[in-house]
């Protein structure tokens, strides 16, 4: 293990390298894509009283479901009223947060900082991130990314310690992450990933492990189907054709990720 001395540099320099790469969002206004539906003519951010958070939570709106995101506008709202400048400080906080957990992850997986601080700064500054921190309706990918990557964390130190508030608070952490966007739901898969990672495969302890995670998943899988349904201008579900979008963002974002141009 590295010690303190050397470990608190590099966390500072990654955060203060990417905070100035995306100092420039900050002076950005609000745009006429969804920003207008979610938060500048948002009625819901009008009030934090309980009754309203609760509507917040349980009359969603239409699309996916990001309660926790609306919510987060909503405490700006009260606070600031409509000032960009506020807003996106706050997605550019977030992805700050972000990078410096991808670091901590890779770093506990591989034990090479000089290698984790670079390739948690190729995630942090890579243009396809631009589009999550710049654009104030993305405040959903950069506040599920804070939950996720923390349930990550938590995992792996779970896995390390065996401590059943760990497992706990990777539970708590996987509800918020689902409360911010619905791409959340990926979390348990992704934690077998990393059980294959650490032991060279995946035990039937691992497995179970994971059954809270999948019993969570189902009610957010539900409320999600039915409030995009709710979009007026979204196609019926069908099958096939979901799952070619999925396999052709699957390949688009591994070719922008080569090739970051025409974003």
């Known amino acids: 293990m590295i010690s303190k001395r050397t470990l608190i540099p590099i966390l500072v320099l990654i955060g203060i390298i990417t905070l100035v790469t995306f100092?420039?969002?900050?002076?950005?206004?609000?745009?006429?894509?969804?920003?207008?539906?979610?938060?500048?003519g948002n009625p819901r951010l009008g009030?934090?009283?309980?009754a309203n958070i609760l509507n917040i939570f349980t009359r969603p709106h239409p699309?996916?479901?990001?309660?926790?995101?609306?919510?987060?506008?909503?405490?700006?709202?009260?606070?600031?009223r409509l000032k960009p400048f506020v807003y996106h400080q706050t997605n550019v906080l977030l992805h700050a947060a972000n990078v410096l957990m991808v670091f901590l992850i890779l770093y506990a997986l591989f034990g090479n900082i000089y290698a984790a601080a670079a390739a948690a700064l190729f995630f942090g500054l890579h243009p396809l991130r631009v589009e999550s921190v710049a654009w104030i309706t993305e405040r959903k990918d950069v506040l599920c990314g804070f939950f996720y990557f923390g349930a990550v964390l938590a995992y792996l130190k779970f896995q390390a310690s065996r401590r059943k508030a760990l497992y706990i608070a990777v539970l708590a952490l996987y509800i918020a992450a689902n409360l911010s966007k619905p791409m959340a739901i990926t979390l348990p898969a992704a934690l077998?990933?990393?059980?294959?990672?650490?032991?060279?495969?995946?035990t039937r302890r691992a497995l179970k492990e994971k059954i809270p995670y999948l019993v969570i998943a189902v009610p957010f899988i539900i409320v999600n189907y039915f409030t995009q349904i709710l979009k007026t201008d979204t196609p019926a579900f069908n099958l096939l054709r979901s799952i070619l979008i999925a396999s052709h963002n699957v390949f688009l974002y591994l070719y922008k990720t080569l090739f970051p141009f025409k974003l």
């Open 23 to 40: 100092l420039p969002c900050l002076w950005n206004g609000f745009t006429n894509w969804d920003d207008q539906e979610l938060v500048t």
């Open 47 to 50: 009030s934090l009283s309980p």
């Open 63 to 80: 699309g996916p479901y990001i309660p926790l995101t609306i919510l987060s506008y909503a405490i700006e709202y009260r606070f600031v």
């Open 192 to 202: 077998l990933l990393f059980d294959y990672l650490r032991e060279g495969r995946i």
